[in-house]
């Protein structure tokens, strides 16, 4: 069992940000405790007193305007911490991998960016658990997301990627069930998947590397091909971004391939 842990960065509504990103980690069910415990031990850093306490959110962490945050009075040790959440993949087997789909929101007037972006990641997952899969051994997968105002409209998706296909005429069939919503504060996997997507965010919504950085090397790929980042968008037909670069000779921008 594979599970995706996403959660979202940028607004839908706000006219002041070009992009919505859904982003997170594949981690297989033997390695959560691992991963879990890297976060925990990076919590318990902050305050070791009461690790549990400290939530990592990636915006929240950025502005220091809330505790444990507002301690860290000078930014760019702020930033450090930031970097510290996304470097704990660094020692990760490699079988723990990303996903994000950025959509540029001019792009698709009249389109439900959380819509599009879920449609292509949930694929995306459900092909690399395909890949992943042998005749003695099916992958299978779930996808977990910070509890959000979405969950309803994500499940009716999902049991209709399942039972009618999804644009490009695939089923969803290596994923288990609808999507479960968890409390962020709950799991340290929701609050790394918070920090992907904030990265491939600030990435293209800022042209800020920072963070995207640290997870760069991480995102799924195969044949030489990203296909875990997505940059969803028409208006720049040669985007020199990675994602868009090493799928340029086999598919058009923002589309899928297996």
């Not at 009249?110 to 099916?138: C, K, N, W």
């Not at 049991?159 to 919503?181: A, C, K, T």
């Not at 963070?211 to 760069?216: A, K």
Request: glycine share 6%.
């Amino acid at each position: 069992m594979h599970i995706l842990y996403l959660d979202d960065s940028g607004s839908v509504n706000n006219p002041d940000e070009n992009y919505f990103v859904l982003g997170g980690v594949c981690v297989p069910e033997k390695s959560l405790r691992w991963l879990s415990y890297q976060l925990e031990q990076l919590a318990a850093s902050i305050d070791k007193t009461n690790p549990r306490s400290v939530e990592f959110h990636a915006s929240e962490i950025f502005s220091g305007r809330r505790a444990p945050w507002n301690r860290f009075t000078n930014r760019p040790d702020r930033i450090s911490i930031l970097k510290s959440v996304l470097c704990v993949l660094d020692d990760a087997h490699s079988d723990i991998v990303t996903f994000a789909c950025a959509v540029h929101k001019a792009s698709f007037p009249g389109r439900d960016p959380v819509h599009l972006a879920y449609e292509d990641i949930s694929s995306r997952f459900d092909i690399y658990l395909r890949r992943m899969s042998t005749e003695r051994d099916q992958q299978r997968g779930l996808i977990v997301f910070d509890k959000s105002t979405y969950e309803t409209s994500l499940q009716d998706l999902t049991r209709d990627f399942r039972q009618q296909g999804n644009r490009w005429g695939s089923f969803l069939r290596n994923i288990s069930e609808v999507p479960f919503f968890v409390d962020s504060t709950a799991s340290r996997i929701t609050q790394l998947a918070d920090h992907i997507a904030y990265a491939v965010f600030r990435r293209y919504n800022a042209s800020d590397l920072t963070y995207y950085d640290c997870i760069e090397s991480r995102f799924d790929s195969d044949g030489g091909i990203i296909h875990g980042l997505v940059h969803m968008q028409t208006y720049k037909q040669n985007c020199t971004c990675p994602a868009c670069l090493t799928r340029r000779n086999t598919i058009g921008q923002g589309s899928l391939t297996s």
